[in-house]
């Protein structure tokens, strides 16, 4: 019982020099300072317009051939097959 009567003493002692409604919210998030004003650039940096139409390009031309060579394939197994046998 007297162990429980020193520590709630020691608590209550700690807690009244711990101010914790005191609190420096600046050392947590110091202040910035800004030395140039902020501008914005005349043209976008990227994406660049001729890169993704070029891009688009390849990409519908490397399907539609990747979809041909699906379409034919079974065609060209079978004469394979029949030319090994």
Known sequence: MQ???IAEA??????T???LGQGDVFST??????ALEPTLAKEP???KKNFILAGAAVGSVLSTL???LMW???PWIDKLSKWLS
């Open 3 to 5: 162990d429980r009567q």
């Open 10 to 15: 020691t608590f209550a002692s700690t807690l």
């Open 17 to 19: 020099k711990l101010d």
């Open 29 to 34: 998030y110091p202040l910035i300072q800004m």
């Open 45 to 47: 940096t990227a994406p």
């Open 66 to 68: 990747g979809l041909g």
């Open 72 to 74: 034919i394939r079974k």
